[in-house]
């Protein structure tokens, strides 16, 4: 089985400070997880993905996250909130084998309003 | 490089009736997944096709049902629909695993 957990449904922040989204899954095998952004009425849009390559994932518009096994966390960084980045982010666990491959399991999703 | 494609994207049915959404993948993306989005549910997994096989199903009734073309379009189905059914519908075409690639969706309205 697999699971994710967005722990803040809403964040606010004011433009130019730092943004923290958290994210911990549940996983019986190795997964993958990714972020995904969606902007009002517009489609998901990947942010970034880990692969089982290096734990610290680097993605678009200034977006990272470290992978922590030991803390089964994934959480969303920016050094520097943008007035564009609000939006809805949803953190994905993705399974990649047994009976979880295939099967993409969405978190419930956080908010993310910016403040000038 | 087109994207994914989903037609039609919008549908108003009414309840009992039942409706199919064509989504079609990125050429040369084999696995295509679809997923529900709601406000109150928020994005659910509906399934998943590889090689004109399903992969993998979420929790919902039979009446959800889909299927994979040898060219790779999917097709989902909905019968009997119910008003709990209007929904953002999301198709997602994907070249390697989970790194999926979202289509506009199909917004269904069930009266």
């Known amino acids: 089985a697999q699971s994710v957990t967005q722990l803040d449904s809403h964040v606010s922040v004011s433009e130019g400070t730092p943004v923290l989204l958290r994210c911990n899954y549940s996983?019986?095998?190795?997964?993958?997880l990714f972020w995904y952004v969606q902007h009002p009425n517009k489609g998901l849009q990947l942010l970034l993905k880990?692969?089982?390559?290096?734990?610290l994932v680097k993605g678009i518009n200034g977006f990272e996250a470290e992978f922590k096994k030991s803390e089964t966390s994934f959480h969303l960084t920016k050094p520097s909130a943008h007035m564009s980045d609000a939006a809805e982010y949803f953190c994905v666990v993705s399974g990649r084998q047994g009976t979880n491959a295939g099967k993409s399991t969405f978190g419930d999703g956080t908010t993310l309003t910016v403040k000038p | 490089k087109a994207g994914v494609t989903q037609t039609p994207r919008y549908l108003i049915k009414t309840r009992g009736q039942q409706v199919t959404l064509s989504c079609s993948p990125i050429?040369?993306?084999?696995?295509v997944s679809w997923y529900q989005q709601t406000p109150g549910q928020g994005l659910q997994f509906l399934f998943e096709?590889?090689?004109?096989?399903?992969?993998n199903k979420g929790n919902f009734p039979g009446r959800f049902s889909g299927r994979q073309f040898s060219n790779s379009r999917s097709e989902m189905n909905v019968s009997t629909l119910e008003l709990g059914d209007s929904a953002l519908y999301l198709c997602a075409s994907s070249l390697f695993q989970g790194n999926l690639v979202f289509g506009p969706g199909t917004r269904l309205t069930v009266l």
């Open positions: 880990y692969t089982s390559a290096a734990t």
């Open positions: 996983s019986s095998y190795s997964p993958s």
């Open positions: 096709y590889f090689s004109e096989t399903q992969r």
């Open positions: 050429s040369g993306h084999r696995s």
